[in-house]
C-alpha cells in the first residue's frame, strides 16, 4: 500500500495500530491473498472511520478476529486492509443477577469465559482449540460446536449488537436484555453474515449457568443403523442432554482409542453428555443405558479428563483437521435430522468408490455434518465428490457448504452451493448496506 495512503491510515486508528509488516499482512492472508496492511481500532468509532475512509477510495476490506476461520467462503475478488478487532474489548456493561453483558467484539471467547466463570455463568459454546477465536468472529460465522444440541447456536444468545458499515455510521440493533423493543432485527441480518454487510463492533449476550456436574457416556453403536435406531430413541427419552454426537468409526478411533480397541473395527459411536445434579445425571445413565441394551449397543461411562479431551477435539473438528493434513478438504452439511444417517452412509459410498479417505462428526440431533476427505488426488476429484454429495444434500432438504480447501479446490466448486431464490433478496441487502462493495468482495454467497 501507498505510504500515502498508510499516513491517511495512521491519523484514523493511530500509527502503532497500523502497519504494513509482512509477518502481519501473511497472518490475515486469505487463500494465498495478502493484504497491503493491516489496521487494529481501538473503538468502534475508528472501524467505521476505517471504513468510510476505505469506501472513498475503492478499497476492499476483510473484517477479522483471531484469523481462525478467515478461510470459511470463496476467494476474495480484491483485499487491500485486514481491519482487525483485537483491541476492541471493554465490557459495557455486565449484570451478572439478569444473565446479560455487553462487550467489544473483539475480545476472545477463552477470555469472556475466564470472566463470568467466578460468577458461576457461561457462553455456552464448546470451546475449540483456536482459543483465539473473537466474539465478533463467532457470530459472524454463526459458528457452534457439540453444544448445539442443547443451547443452539449464537443467533440463539445474541441479543443485540453494534454494527460499524461502510458508510462509516455506527447503528445499535436490538438491545441489553432479551425482551426488547419490536422492529427490525437487523442483528439477525448479520449473524452468519461472514463479515459482508458490516463490522460487528459490540455484541449483547444472553448468558447462562454453568451446569453443576457434567458426565459423558459413550455408545459403541456398531453401524449406522442401529445409529439411528438409537438417536429416534435418546431423543424420545424425557431426558436433557448437553452434547450428542456421532463420530464414524475413524474419529472415533482418532478421538479415543482406548474405548475402541483394534479401531476402526469397531465401528462408529454416539458420544452424548448430560449436566445438572447427581440425581439428573443418575436418571440419565440409567435411561441411555436401558436404551443402549435394547438397540444392542455397548454402553460406557466415561471418566471427566478423558472426556474433556475428546469433546475439545470434537468442537475443533474443522479446524484440526484442516492443520493437521494439509491439502484436506473440510465440508458441512446441514438437513432434516432424519436424513443425516442415510447422507452419512452416501458419502462415505462414495468415497470408498473414489479411494478418499472420510472423517465424519456429526450432530444427529441437530441434523448438522462435518466431513474431513483426505488422499485426493487433485482438485478435479474433490470438486466432483463435493457437487455429487451436495446433490444428495440438497435432494433431502439440505445444504452443503465448503468449510476448508485449497484455492485451487474452491476455483472449480461453489464453496456456499447454487445460489437459492431468496439470493436476489440478497443481492439487494448487500447494495444496500456495502453499495460500493468495501467489505469482503465476492466471499459471500453467489460472489457477492
Ligand atoms: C464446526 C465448528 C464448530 C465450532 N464451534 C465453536 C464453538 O462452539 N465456539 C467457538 O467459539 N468457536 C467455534 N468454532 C470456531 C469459531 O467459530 C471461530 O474460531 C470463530 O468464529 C472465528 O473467530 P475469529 O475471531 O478467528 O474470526 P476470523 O477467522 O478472523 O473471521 C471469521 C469470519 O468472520 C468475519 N469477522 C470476524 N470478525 C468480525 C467482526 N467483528 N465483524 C464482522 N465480521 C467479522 C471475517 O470477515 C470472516 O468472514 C467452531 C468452528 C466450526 C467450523
Same mark, same amino acid.
Given at each position: 500500500?501507498?505510504?500515502?495512503?498508510?499516513?491517511?491510515?495512521?491519523?484514523?486508528?493511530?500509527?502503532?495500530?497500523?502497519?504494513?509488516?509482512?509477518?502481519?499482512?501473511?497472518?490475515?492472508? !486469505?487463500?494465498?491473498?495478502?493484504?497491503?496492511?493491516?489496521?487494529?481500532?481501538?473503538?468502534?468509532?475508528?472501524?467505521?472511520?476505517?471504513?468510510?475512509?476505505?469506501?472513498?477510495?475503492?478499497?476492499?476490506?476483510?473484517?477479522?478476529?483471531?484469523?481462525?476461520?478467515?478461510?470459511?467462503?470463496?476467494?476474495?475478488?480484491?483485499?487491500?486492509? *485486514?481491519?482487525?478487532?483485537?483491541?476492541?474489548?471493554?465490557?459495557?456493561?455486565?449484570?451478572?443477577?439478569?444473565?446479560?453483558?455487553?462487550?467489544?467484539?473483539?475480545?476472545?471467547?477463552?477470555? &469472556?469465559?475466564?470472566?463470568?466463570?467466578?460468577?458461576?455463568?457461561?457462553?455456552?459454546? %464448546?470451546?475449540?482449540?483456536?482459543?483465539?477465536?473473537?466474539?465478533?468472529?463467532?457470530?459472524?460465522?454463526?459458528?457452534?460446536?457439540?453444544?448445539?444440541?442443547?443451547?443452539?447456536?449464537?443467533?440463539?444468545?445474541?441479543?443485540?449488537?453494534?454494527?460499524?458499515?461502510?458508510?462509516?455510521?455506527?447503528?445499535?440493533?436490538?438491545?441489553?436484555?432479551?425482551?426488547?423493543?419490536?422492529?427490525?432485527?437487523?442483528?439477525?441480518?448479520?449473524?452468519?453474515?461472514?463479515?459482508?454487510?458490516?463490522?460487528?463492533?459490540?455484541?449483547?449476550?444472553?448468558?447462562?449457568?454453568?451446569?453443576?456436574?457434567?458426565?459423558?457416556?459413550?455408545?459403541?453403536?456398531?453401524?449406522?443403523?442401529?445409529?439411528?435406531?438409537?438417536?429416534?430413541? /435418546?431423543?424420545?427419552?424425557?431426558?436433557?442432554?448437553?452434547?450428542?454426537?456421532?463420530?464414524? *468409526?475413524?474419529?472415533?478411533?482418532?478421538?479415543?482409542?482406548?474405548?475402541?480397541?483394534?479401531?476402526?473395527?469397531?465401528?462408529?459411536? /454416539?458420544?452424548?453428555?448430560?449436566?445438572?445434579?447427581?440425581?439428573?445425571?443418575?436418571?440419565?445413565?440409567?435411561?441411555?443405558?436401558?436404551?443402549?441394551?435394547?438397540?444392542?449397543?455397548?454402553?460406557?461411562?466415561?471418566?471427566?479428563?478423558?472426556?474433556?479431551? !475428546?469433546?475439545?477435539?470434537?468442537? %475443533?473438528?474443522?479446524?484440526?483437521?484442516?492443520?493437521?493434513?494439509?491439502?484436506?478438504?473440510?465440508?458441512?452439511?446441514?438437513?432434516?435430522?432424519?436424513?443425516?444417517?442415510? &447422507?452419512?452412509?452416501? *458419502?462415505?459410498?462414495?468415497?470408498?468408490?473414489?479411494?478418499?479417505?472420510?472423517?465424519? !462428526?456429526?450432530?444427529?440431533?441437530?441434523?448438522?455434518?462435518?466431513?474431513?476427505?483426505?488422499?485426493?488426488?487433485?482438485?478435479?476429484?474433490?470438486?466432483? &465428490?463435493?457437487?455429487?454429495?451436495?446433490?444428495?444434500?440438497?435432494?433431502?432438504?439440505?445444504?452443503?457448504? !465448503?468449510?476448508?480447501?485449497?484455492?485451487?479446490?474452491?476455483?472449480?466448486? %461453489?464453496?456456499?452451493?447454487?445460489?437459492?431464490?431468496?439470493?436476489?433478496?440478497?443481492?439487494?441487502?448487500?447494495?444496500?448496506?456495502?453499495?460500493?462493495?468495501?467489505?469482503?468482495?465476492?466471499?459471500?454467497?453467489?460472489?457477492?
Amino acid at each position: 500500500m501507498a505510504e500515502a495512503a498508510l499516513t491517511e491510515l495512521a491519523g484514523i486508528v493511530g500509527e502503532s495500530q497500523c502497519t504494513a509488516a509482512a509477518s502481519e499482512r501473511e497472518f490475515f492472508a !486469505v487463500d494465498g491473498l495478502t493484504p497491503g496492511c493491516v489496521v487494529y481500532p481501538d473503538s468502534a468509532e475508528q472501524a467505521a472511520q476505517t471504513l468510510e475512509w476505505a469506501a472513498g477510495r475503492d478499497l476492499a476490506v476483510i473484517a477479522c478476529g483471531g484469523a481462525t476461520k478467515l478461510g470459511i467462503g470463496n476467494s476474495p475478488r480484491k483485499y487491500d486492509i *485486514a481491519l482487525c478487532t483485537r483491541n476492541i474489548t471493554k465490557v459495557d456493561y455486565y449484570e451478572p443477577s439478569d444473565l446479560t453483558a455487553g462487550v467489544g467484539a473483539g475480545m476472545a471467547l477463552t477470555d &469472556f469465559q475466564k470472566q463470568l466463570k467466578p460468577d458461576g455463568l457461561w457462553l455456552p459454546l %464448546d470451546l475449540p482449540g483456536c482459543a483465539k477465536g473473537t466474539l465478533g468472529g463467532v457470530v459472524a460465522t454463526n459458528a457452534s460446536g457439540p453444544l448445539r444440541h442443547f443451547y443452539g447456536a449464537p443467533r440463539d444468545m445474541v441479543v443485540g449488537m453494534q454494527i460499524a458499515t461502510p458508510e462509516g455510521k455506527l447503528i445499535r440493533t436490538g438491545g441489553r436484555v432479551v425482551k426488547n423493543v419490536a422492529g427490525y432485527d437487523l442483528g439477525k441480518l448479520m449473524i452468519g453474515s461472514y463479515g459482508t454487510l458490516g463490522v460487528i463492533t459490540e455484541v449483547n449476550l444472553k448468558l447462562f449457568p454453568l451446569p453443576a456436574e457434567c458426565q459423558t457416556f459413550v455408545l459403541s453403536v456398531g453401524t449406522l443403523d442401529i445409529a439411528r435406531d438409537l438417536r429416534r430413541r /435418546i431423543l424420545a427419552l424425557p431426558i436433557e442432554l448437553l452434547r450428542m454426537v456421532l463420530l464414524d *468409526a475413524e474419529m472415533a478411533g482418532i478421538a479415543h482409542p482406548g474405548l475402541q480397541p483394534g479401531r476402526p473395527a469397531c465401528g462408529p459411536q /454416539i458420544w452424548l453428555e448430560a449436566g445438572g445434579s447427581k440425581s439428573v445425571i443418575d436418571r440419565t445413565r440409567k435411561e441411555l443405558e436401558a436404551v443402549s441394551r435394547a438397540a444392542g449397543a455397548k454402553f460406557h461411562s466415561c471418566e471427566w479428563e478423558a472426556s474433556e479431551k !475428546v469433546w475439545k477435539m470434537i468442537s %475443533d473438528f474443522a479446524n484440526w483437521f484442516g492443520k493437521t493434513y494439509p491439502g484436506a478438504v473440510v465440508l458441512k452439511g446441514t438437513m432434516p435430522i432424519a436424513h443425516g444417517e442415510e &447422507f452419512q452412509s452416501f *458419502a462415505q459410498q462414495e468415497a470408498q468408490n473414489e479411494k478418499i479417505k472420510l472423517v465424519v !462428526v456429526s450432530l444427529p440431533g441437530v441434523g448438522m455434518l462435518e466431513l474431513g476427505l483426505l488422499g485426493l488426488q487433485n482438485a478435479a476429484q474433490a470438486a466432483g &465428490f463435493v457437487s455429487r454429495i451436495r446433490k444428495v444434500a440438497e435432494e433431502s432438504g439440505g445444504a452443503l457448504t !465448503v468449510i476448508s480447501a485449497t484455492a485451487e479446490v474452491k476455483a472449480l466448486v %461453489d464453496v456456499w452451493g447454487g445460489p437459492e431464490t431468496t439470493f436476489e433478496l440478497m443481492r439487494k441487502l448487500k447494495a444496500a448496506w456495502d453499495p460500493e462493495g468495501v467489505l469482503a468482495p465476492g466471499r459471500f454467497v453467489g460472489s457477492i
